[in-house]
């Protein structure tokens, strides 16, 4: 147990809907790390919040936002699904605005499926 | 573009065997390098780490890892497995202070008892 806790487990959507999936880090943890894993994949990271702003952002489209508020807890939103949206959404939180040197402590994760 | 390559997507060994995953990364500058686990049922947890100091370094469970940065590697070892390492591994790296960390693909270890 890393004490990071994300709500789903699992959630079933369909094509064009939207979608929040939710994060809480680990006590005294100010940053959080979003990533999507397809099957057969590794993490593809998706976006880090420190204070409540956005801190770094991959290769994904403006269709995925997030947001984190001052309890740290964090939310991952996606609009207009589209199939391949499918996959697990991990959330990892960390120390200290994310220096590139710390641990990311993971959450289960959320199961998403976009039929 | 910066890239992270597992050269061994499934390894089967037996118990007491020895293990070296492979890993390589595309990045000239400073890295810092990372070994992901993850159980079945269970978090991706973090192996060992390497940003400083001795390129020779030593995880949980008797892991190690040595960077060698002549070859772009950071590849995994353990002189002798158990069948409780059955579990998929994870190289990642963060190429300087950038907060993104780059993933592989992972290699899926089982473990015969």
């Known amino acids: 147990e890393t004490g990071v806790t994300q709500s789903p487990t699992h959630l079933i959507k369909t094509r064009g809907q939207q979608v929040t999936l939710r994060c809480s880090s680990q006590?005294?943890?100010?940053?959080v790390s979003w990533y999507q894993q397809a099957l057969g994949q590794g993490p593809q990271f998706i976006f880090q919040?420190?204070?409540?702003?956005?801190?770094g952002r991959g290769n994904f489209p403006p269709r995925f936002s997030g947001l984190q508020f001052p309890n740290y807890s964090s939310e991952l939103n996606v609009n207009a699904l589209e199939l391949d949206d499918s996959a697990l959404y991990l959330c990892?939180?960390?120390?200290?605005?994310?220096?590139?040197?710390?641990?990311?402590?993971f959450g289960p994760g959320t199961r998403l499926t976009v039929l | 573009a910066q890239s992270v390559s597992q050269h061994n997507h499934h390894v089967i060994l037996s118990e007491a065997a020895s293990l070296e995953l492979g890993c390589n990364y595309s990045?000239?500058?400073?890295?810092?390098l990372f070994w992901y686990v993850q159980y079945p049922g269970q978090h991706l947890q973090l192996l060992l780490k390497?940003?400083?100091?001795d390129p020779l370094v030593k995880g949980i469970k008797g892991f190690e890892a040595e960077f060698i940065k002549s070859k772009f590697s950071f590849n995994l070892r353990k002189p002798s497995v158990q069948w409780s390492d059955t579990a998929e591994y994870f190289c990642?790296?963060?190429?300087?202070?950038?907060?993104?960390?780059?993933w592989g693909l992972g290699t899926s270890l089982a473990v015969n008892p």
């Open positions: 390497y940003f400083s100091g």
């Open positions: 990642a790296v963060n190429a300087g202070n950038n907060r993104k960390l780059i």
């Open positions: 006590s005294g943890h100010n940053t």
């Open positions: 990045y000239g500058g400073t890295v810092n």
């Open positions: 919040y420190y204070r409540e702003e956005e801190n």
């Open positions: 990892a939180s960390t120390l200290s605005g994310g220096a590139s040197y710390n641990e990311q402590f």
